[in-house]
């Protein structure tokens, strides 16, 4: 995906999420390393990472940003992307020292590397005094419900006859 500044986001942004997929391929290079192979693998791992630090696997973040097929890292907050990346950089210097081998010992290290972030995110929470996991969506994207859209246009057709 290339992302440029006319789909809204600022330059940090956009630095910080190049810099956060770099960081990302560090981290599956090490999970390859480490006997992870097949994408679900991946997945049960990044959500490992995702449920310790945010309370939530990404299917479940993504709900609750009211997202659908858009990435979810695309409609995080600056302070959400840090967070992400914090656990996927603490997970794979965890997984470098560690050297976890197979699904289940990479789960273990999935979630310590979580785990820093989680006690980042409670730290940054205390000092703000508020939550730091948004249901804002970077782009502030708004949905509209397909029957509504149906029924719309419906209604312009009954009321042109």
Same mark, same amino acid.
Request: hydrophobic share 30%.
């Given at each position: 995906?290339?992302? =440029? *500044?006319? =789909? @809204? ?17 560090? #981290? =599956?290079?090490?999970? %390859?390393?480490? @006997? ?8 049960? #791992? ?25 990435? !979810? ?8 992307? &840090? #967070?992400?990346?914090? @656990? /996927?950089?603490? =997970?794979? *210097?965890?997984? %470098?020292?560690?050297?976890?081998? @197979? !699904?289940? &010992? ?19 929470? %205390? /000092? ?9 969506? &970077? #782009? ?14 419906? %209604? ?6």
């Amino acid at each position: 995906m290339i992302i =440029t *500044e006319t =789909t @809204g986001y600022s330059d940090k942004w956009i630095e910080a999420r190049l810099k956060g997929i770099l960081d990302r391929k560090k #981290l =599956t290079d090490v999970w %390859k390393a480490n @006997g992870i192979k097949q994408n679900y693998e991946y997945a049960v #791992l990044t959500n490992e990472i995702y449920q310790e630090w945010s309370g939530m696997k990404a299917s479940e973040y993504k709900e609750y940003k009211n997202i659908r097929k858009e990435s !979810l890292r695309d409609n995080m907050t600056d302070v959400e992307v &840090a #967070l992400a990346d914090l @656990g /996927e950089i603490a =997970t794979r *210097e965890l997984a %470098k020292e560690h050297k976890p081998y @197979g !699904l289940k &010992a990479n789960k273990e290290i999935a979630k310590k590397g979580g785990h820093v972030a989680k006690v980042a995110r409670e730290d940054m929470e %205390k /000092e703000l005094g508020k939550s730091v996991v948004s249901k804002e969506n &970077a #782009l502030s994207y708004q949905y509209i419900n397909q029957k509504q859209l149906s029924k719309g246009s419906n %209604k312009k057709e009954k009321d042109k006859n």
